[in-house]
């Protein structure tokens, strides 16, 4: 991910901010300029919780090259507390361990240096509970 855009979602990355209309309640993550439900244009900040469930998830066998010291690991669909769904890996656990339902809870991990900058890029992955 190159450097510009990684800086501008830091909030999102460390602390899951998120946006929830004024108008409707709805919760946008990313956040979003306009509500993909209402319309609206304003929003207040809001944390979502690090907890959540497993609603989908695959096992990567064949993977990108800076990730191919992890084959395999799992990505899942995770729902979190409020509803809002994220797309996260899974660590900490072998893929036979996971299950749609299973409980789990966010955390932050290294994901990957970038390239010439050597920058350590962050980010959040899910853990079972």
Do not use: W
């Not at 290294?110 to 992955?125: L, Q």
């Amino acid at each position: 991910m190159p450097t510009p855009r990684y800086t501008r979602e830091i909030p999102q990355r460390y602390r899951l901010e998120a946006n929830k209309c004024k108008n409707c309640g709805r919760i946008s993550f990313p956040p979003r300029q306009i509500c993909p439900h209402c319309g609206g244009r304003n929003f207040e900040r809001t944390r979502l919780s690090d907890q959540g469930k497993i609603v989908t998830f695959t096992t990567i066998r064949v993977a990108p090259t800076q990730y191919s010291s992890q084959v395999p690991y799992s990505i899942a669909i995770v729902e979190l507390n409020e509803g809002v769904r994220i797309t996260t890996q899974v660590v900490d656990c072998k893929p036979e361990d996971l299950g749609v339902g299973k409980p789990v809870k966010i955390v932050f991990r290294k994901m990957y240096p970038e390239g010439k900058t050597g920058i350590i890029c962050y980010g959040y992955k899910a853990v079972l509970v």
